[in-house]
Every structure is written in C-alpha cells, then in structure tokens.
C-alpha cells in the first residue's frame, strides 16, 4: 500500500480502493513517481478519462521532450513559483537538482527573484517562462532570440512545459496538496510581488 503524502481537500484512496478504471493509470503512476499515488495524482485519478492522455503528456514533457531534462525542471519551477505550489515546487526541486540545477537558480527562484547567475540558455528559458506566465505574452524580440537559439520544436516543448504545469499548480492548489511533514514550505506571495520581482515590474 502507497503511504500518502497529502492531506488535501480529496481523502487520499490506497491502490485497492480505486475503481477498476483507474487501476492501470495507477499501475503507471507507481511506476513513475516518487508520491506515489498522492500529489496531484490523488487529484487526477478521481477522472482516469481526463487523466489518461494528461498522462501522457505529462510522460512526453518530462522525459522526451526535445529541451533537457534540467531545462525542463527549470521551466516547471518557474511555474511552481509563479503559482504559489508548494507541492509542485517540494517534487521539482528535488527532481531539479539531480538533473543539475543548483542554489545559483533555486535559491532566488524559491523568493521569486531572477536569478542574477545564469547562462545564455537558462536566461532565456526564464524570460520565455516568466513572461507567458505572468503577462500571457514573449515580445518579438525574446521569440525571435529563443527561436534562434531552441529552434521551433524545442521553443514549443518549453511552451507547453510551462502551460501543462499552470494546470497542474491549479489543480494542486485546489485541493490543497500539502507537503511531506517536516517539509520546509513554498511561502505564498502576492502575484503583484512574484510580478515585480521576476519581471522588474509593478
């Protein structure tokens, strides 16, 4: 039996209470993620025909999306901090830092700073990331410099990346997906404050 993570607003349900539809996605999940079945799986499971092909998705952007795995994490805590997700930022970070993210992005990044270190590559997944999720809009100059630089395929990956985790913060903030206890805590702030210290604007 999965040991739960979560004391959110939807009681978690070991393995053998699930309804058959949902066993295989469970089955998946298992095999996948170091939450188990809670998280925003808890969540998920409550729809396996939502979930199936969210799933999916979330399979392709993790692991075969055409940016790097660190890239990748990157851009998810970008919107784990963007959206206030604890949950979402306790799962990436640890995830961020075996791909090779370290205190230079993470530390900033954790009280919505840009970090001021950073390289070519990085400095753009920022810029793309923090705009679209702050401001719903890149500028033709940022576009073209990450089209230059990603080219159309990994530009659109890392534009993804960054949408499918603004569903997944939603849906974690939601039921309110608590941390592991002993956990230290995403602090929650105020978007005009995220807005300002990420974009340099009021």
Sequence with gaps: MTTPLTTDRLPFRPYDTLPEDAKPLADYILGISSAGLAGPYNALLRSPKMAKPCLELLDYLRFHSSISKRLTEFAILIQARVGNAPFEWWAHERIGRREGLDD???????????????????????????????????????????????????????????????????????????????????????????????????
């Excluded at 950073?118 to 089209?147: K, N, P, T, Y």
């Excluded at 592991?180 to 602090?187: F, K, S, T, Y």
Aim: negative net charge; hydrophobic residues 45%; contains cysteine.
């Design 104 to 202: 230079r992005i993470i530390k900033p990044l954790w009280e919505a700073y840009r970090p001021t270190v950073m390289d070519a590559e990085e400095s753009l997944v920022f810029e793309v990331c923090a705009h679209l999720s702050l401001e719903q809009r890149i500028s033709d100059v940022l576009w073209g410099q990450a089209l230059g630089h990603f080219g159309e395929s990994a530009l659109i990956d890392l534009v993804s990346t960054s949408g499918v985790y603004s569903m997944v913060s939603m849906l974690l903030n939601a039921v309110e997906v608590s941390v592991p206890e002993g956990a230290e805590v995403l602090p929650k702030l105020e978007h005009s404050l995220i807005r300002k210290r990420m974009l340099g604007k009021d």
